[in-house]
């Protein structure tokens, strides 16, 4: 089917209350070719197209390259998105990064402050993972410190994010033994959730069943397996993952559709048009999966939504035009452009 015998579709069932809160993690969109200057305007753009089709924004996460780019653009991304007034709201990426701590406590009261920036802000803080505590090979006991300090200093609803090393070298042997678990119960009313971005679907519903007692959410960051992960297997807390991921910024049009049709209880429509996104995932978050965001901005780029398919320090140039050619044969598949003639054009005179 198309676009619009979906959206047709759609019209006929009429409106449906959502049952998936859906983040989409969005990118930052560079002037020039040389990847050294942020186009803000075109940044804000990308994140009211997503707005627009039913996702919140998962702001200055690691599809913002906020690794890479720090603080002093994270915290423009968040008052941006926030000034947006964007009607699905936002998360944002907390870590300590604007102080340098050196030590646990400073790393804790680093965090905590980002966390309540966020909060103030208007959106949802989700702690990132602190590579630090990974590398000074922190033990279980020292992981539940860090976490319950920053609970302590800081206020309101909180995410967990459990990022693997596939997206950030050096995060091996992130949460030891039971500290994650441990963690999650520190506070059951605050952490509200997690996203858990380990691309291994049978660890993650483990995890979200394990955590269902508590009334405890996850939030799907795999990106090989999220149509079933989100789809579920009932209607129950730990039954499904909730979403926040990086691939909704490039398959928005197929997949705010998908989520209606999750709406209206039609988990084989969603299957459908999530099975040829997740295709195309599979292959944009292939090794090494860190590059995944060339992928990201070069679809952007055929689609009309930027002048250029580069991306801040010029991270496009990690994949090759091997690697291209197949990502638009599965993006025109998976039904991504609003003119795929368009797309199939741009690429070819690239």
């Known amino acids: 089917m198309t676009l619009s015998a979906w959206k047709k579709e759609l019209t006929d069932l009429g409106p449906a209350i959502p049952n998936r809160v859906a983040y989409a993690a969005a990118h930052v969109v560079v002037k020039d070719e040389s990847g050294e200057s942020v186009d803000w305007a075109a940044t804000d753009a990308q994140r009211i197209f997503l707005n627009r089709h039913g996702f919140g924004i998962a702001e200055a996460m690691d599809t913002a390259q906020r690794f890479d780019l720090g603080w002093d653009v994270a915290k423009t991304l968040i008052e941006r ?51 630090v505590l990974a590398a000074k090979q922190a033990s279980a006991d020292e992981f539940v410190q860090v976490y319950a300090d920053i609970l302590t200093a800081s206020q309101g609803p909180i995410l967990l994010h459990w990022l693997g090393p596939m997206f950030l070298t050096g995060l091996e042997n992130y949460f030891p033994d039971d500290s994650f678990e441990r963690i999650m119960a520190l506070d059951t009313d605050r952490i509200v959730g997690a996203k858990i971005s380990l691309l291994d679907a049978s660890r993650e519903i483990s995890i979200r069943q394990g955590l269902a007692s508590a009334g405890q959410i996850i939030y799907t960051g795999d990106d090989f397996h999220f149509a079933e992960l989100i789809a579920g297997v009932g209607d129950q807390v730990g039954e499904y993952s909730h ?20 709406s209206h209880g039609l988990h084989h429509r969603f299957l459908e048009i999530m099975k040829p996104c997740e295709n195309l995932s599979r292959h944009l978050f292939q090794d090494p999966t860190c590059h995944y965001k060339a992928g990201i901005a070069y679809l952007s780029w055929l689609d009309g939504r930027q002048v250029n398919p580069w991306l801040p320090l010029r991270a496009d140039r990690e994949r090759d035009a091997s690697h291209y050619q197949t990502l638009l044969d599965l993006a025109l598949d998976a039904r991504v452009f609003a003119d795929s003639s368009a797309a199939k054009a741009k690429a070819k005179n690239i």
């Open 243 to 262: 979403a926040l991921l990086g691939i909704l910024d490039a398959i928005a049009r197929p997949a705010g559709l998908a989520f209606q049709f999750l």
């Open 81 to 131: 998105t926030a000034a947006l007034n964007l009607e699905n709201g936002f998360a944002a990426g907390a870590s300590g990064d604007h102080a340098k701590p050196r030590a646990p406590v400073e790393l804790s009261a680093a965090v905590a402050w980002q966390v309540n920036f966020i909060r103030e802000a208007g959106g949802l803080p989700v702690i990132l993972p602190m590579p």
